[in-house]
């Protein structure tokens, strides 16, 4: 099946179409042939897309697993669009919009794997500060860093050191550490907010930072 497109008239050359020339929404939101090839065909522009993400982050384990990896994102994706189909305003192409949930869905996945046999330390460990050539820039950085560990160890809770650490300090992707704390990604971003927020308000009754500062 094609896409319908605008025919020129006489001798005109065709010009390119303004809008979208398949009307996604209306053939997926129906039922039967049509909805069935509108789903091949999206699968198929969310596999594409999927690909190109899985390559350009260099994923190990070869062309096979880039490939499942691949595969398992646009299904993902796929479900993503169609749940979140009611949401779309049209200010873009469909196709536009549909492309980015394959890029996300594609990432996480990635990240996934690249995780999946590496250990998620919970626990803290002491934040180091690396030292440099001028003694008294290195004196304020470790004064700095012990005040830091001293908001973490008393401002914090047990849950919220988990999470500032692993993300801040270990660099652990958030989508994993959610699925490893059996979490949500938006849980995660509330606790690393409400941390954020203590932790300022340690460092600003220390007077390592203004009222003010830090804050975005």
């Avoid at 479900?79 to 305003?89: R, S």
């Avoid at 192409?93 to 949930?101: D, E, N, P, Q, S």
Wanted: aromatic letters at 6%.
């Amino acid at each position: 099946m094609t896409e319908p497109c605008a025919k020129a008239t006489g001798s005109a050359p065709t010009q390119a179409v303004a809008t979208e020339p398949y009307d996604w929404v209306d053939a997926l939101s129906t039922r039967g042939p049509v909805r069935d090839d509108a789903l091949r065909r999206l699968h198929e522009l969310l596999l594409r897309a999927a690909s190109r993400q899985v390559r350009r982050m260099h994923l190990t384990g070869g062309p096979d697993e880039a490939d499942h990896v691949a595969n398992q994102a646009a299904d993902e994706a796929l479900v993503a669009v169609l749940g979140k189909l009611g949401t779309f305003e049209g200010r873009s192409r469909f196709t536009t919009w549909a492309y980015k949930f394959a890029v996300l869905q594609a990432s996480v996945e990635v990240r996934r794997r690249q995780w999946e046999h590496r250990e998620v330390p919970l626990e803290r460990d002491a934040l180091i500060v690396a030292t440099g050539p001028e003694p008294g820039l290195y004196a304020e950085a470790s004064d700095l860093a012990a005040a830091v560990r001293k908001a973490i160890d008393e401002a914090l809770s047990a849950h919220q050191r988990r999470i500032i650490v692993a993300l801040v300090v270990d660099e652990v992707p958030i989508d994993v550490l959610a699925e490893r704390l059996g979490s949500t990604r938006g849980a995660i971003y509330k606790t690393l907010h409400d941390a954020r927020v203590r932790l300022r308000a340690a460092l600003v009754a220390g007077g390592y930072l203004a009222a003010g500062e830090g804050k975005r």
